[in-house]
């Protein structure tokens, strides 16, 4: 006899402004293509807004701060999300539970089966999410709940910072993970520094060095990393794995059908991501768990 499988409440907490587009309308549009029930939050419960450099592209190019010029895209074709994941945003603009979007402050872990945390590293608009003491809360206790969870890019580092109820340590202490990986966002900053937005070359950083903090400390994987049992959790794909160039370049993303790019980590019920070229398989990996 062939069953259904049952509709799930998922949880997707965003920022006000700046998340990463693909991460949150991608895993939108796999979970309700299934028949699963996707809700948002935001610190004030005001809908949110994807990051406008990720929409567009405007602004990435080197030219970019120039009123005119800055409609001439090259980087920017590259590096904002491809036409896929626009195609996805622009349908999730229309979705009632984005519009209406709960607050921080009012979730419960009763109300959901699974939460994703997508990314985005701006820092004008993340910070707000990365470092909320009362989102934290509530996913230290959800992973606690043992009900599947997903996280990518910086997704993983409010993930890192969430402590366990039960532990005293992160929710990420013990398991195996993967986050965006310090060569991918070394890489983009560099971009931006020589070809790119040389006036805000950190727009890349969410996080940057202090005083005497080695180079990369305050990177997604440094900071991801402090927080496991042992450095070795922390994952990347290697150079024995079929499609390594695909996965390791940046130059490529994954699709629903084409899994080659994409490089994901499942741990129990925990589901990890390095950047929006792994989103489709990344979305479809939490809907197995569902």
Not at 37 to 60: C, I, K, N, S, Y
Not at 113 to 120: E, F, N, R, T
Not at 151 to 163: E, F, M, T, Y
Not at 273 to 289: E, N, T, V, Y
Request: aromatic share 10%.
């Amino acid at each position: 006899m062939n069953t259904k499988p049952s509709k799930k409440k998922i949880l997707i907490p965003i920022p006000n402004q700046d998340f990463d587009p693909t991460e949150v309308a991608v895993p939108w549009r796999v979970l309700t293509n299934q028949g699963h029930q996707v809700f948002f939050a935001t610190p004030d419960g005001q809908q949110g807004r994807a990051d406008d450099l990720m929409l567009t592209g405007e602004g990435l190019d080197v030219w970019g701060w120039i009123p005119l010029l800055k409609k001439l895209k090259l980087i920017g074709l590259t590096l904002r999300a491809n036409s896929d994941a626009l195609n996805a945003y622009a349908a999730l603009e229309q979705d009632s539970a984005f519009q209406t979007p709960l607050k921080y402050e009012d979730l419960y872990i009763e109300d959901f089966d699974g939460v994703v945390l997508p990314g985005g590293h701006r820092a004008r608009g993340m910070r707000a999410y990365l470092e909320s003491q009362t989102l934290q809360n509530f996913v230290g206790a959800f992973f606690d709940s043992a009900k599947p969870v997903a996280a990518i890019c910086h997704g993983v580092v409010l993930a890192a910072r969430s402590i366990s109820p039960k532990t005293g340590k992160s929710v990420l202490h013990g398991l195996k993970t993967t986050a965006l990986t310090w060569k991918m966002e070394n890489t983009a900053s560099i971009l931006m520094k020589f070809v790119g937005r040389v006036w805000d070359a950190d727009y890349y950083r969410t996080y940057t060095e202090e005083n005497d903090d080695a180079k990369g400390y305050r990177s997604v994987q440094a900071e991801v990393t402090r927080a496991l049992a042992c450095p070795e959790d922390f994952l990347d794909a290697t150079s024995d794995l079929a499609n390594f160039f695909r996965k390791d370049s940046g130059l490529y993303r994954d699709t629903e059908q084409d899994a080659r790019a994409a490089f994901v980590v499942t741990d129990g019920t925990y589901v990890s991501a390095r950047w929006p070229g792994d989103a489709h398989q990344f979305a479809m990996a939490f809907a197995k768990l569902l």
